[in-house]
């Protein structure tokens, strides 16, 4: 099949690191659709995509926590464009929930893994019976290193992810179906810069200050680009083979130190 017949949906398209990874894949020849819940905000995404793209750009709105939602968009799809070949799982809450154990809101906490996992698994749901009637297609979800480290109780979403990825590729392997989940490290985002300026004003220093504390940790000696984990993920979504599957793929420029086997 040719790269501008190929369809890529994009959970969470309004803003984060998906415009970035939606460009990239739309600079592989896929045609784009851009889902999240807020219409206004994901319309001026999708705009600002086909400024900087040659290949269609759809949004059509939808939301992570409702199964009849998530299977309307997926037929949309097929309606208009009649097939599906790659789903990114991308929607998430961007707040993190940690503190005090006897602190957490666990009614928040419970809803922010419905968004990521369960609202990951209704996608896959909805998009799956395409890919088997087409005899393939891949699957990426968005994790995060959170998932294999201590530092916030959100993290546990992340692990989550990551054994929901094991399964969907035990099961859909058979039907060159690949899923794998990618562990994006510290990357360029408006959140990002945000956390920075609040950090720099509890510490009574400058956002600069605080990027090159934290990219003296990357080996790479650089924050990552949402290009650059686009990249990769048009590279799992242009293999012609499902081989690389069921894996957690970490794109971090070396930052996190773990030995995992």
Do not use: W
Not at 229 to 250: D, K, W
Request: aromatic share 4%; hydrophobic share 45%.
């Amino acid at each position: 099949m040719s790269g501008s017949q190929r369809v890529a949906i994009l959970t969470g398209g309004s803003g984060g690191l998906v415009p970035g990874i939606a460009e990239q894949l739309a600079n592989a020849g896929f045609t784009i659709v851009l889902t999240a819940r807020g219409e206004t905000a994901l319309e001026a995404a999708a705009a600002r995509l086909r400024e900087s793209v040659d290949t269609p750009v759809v949004a059509i709105a939808s939301d992570a926590r409702d199964a009849t939602a998530t299977k309307a968009l997926a037929e949309k799809v097929i309606d208009r464009f009649g097939r599906i070949d790659v789903l990114v799982n991308a929607a998430a809450s961007s707040t993190p929930i940690g503190g005090a154990i006897e602190d957490v809101d666990i009614d928040a906490l419970i809803a922010d893994v419905d968004v990521k996992v369960g609202g990951y698994l209704r996608y896959a749901q909805a998009v799956v019976p395409a890919m088997k009637r087409q005899g393939a297609g891949h699957i990426v979800n968005i994790g995060g290193l959170t998932g294999r480290s201590s530092d916030t109780l959100s993290g546990l979403r992340n692990a989550a992810v990551a054994h929901l990825t094991k399964v969907l590729s035990d099961q859909l392997g058979r039907f060159r179906i690949s899923v794998n989940v990618v562990n994006p490290g510290i990357v360029r985002t408006p959140h990002l810069d945000e956390l920075f300026a609040e950090m720099a004003e509890e510490c009574d220093v400058t956002a600069k200050d605080i990027e090159a504390e934290f990219v003296q940790d990357i080996p790479t000696g650089e924050i990552l680009s949402p290009a650059q984990v686009g990249q990769f993920i048009a590279f799992l979504a242009n293999a012609q083979s499902p081989s690389i599957t069921g894996q957690s793929l970490t794109i971090d420029g070396g930052y996190s130190r773990g030995v995992y086997l």
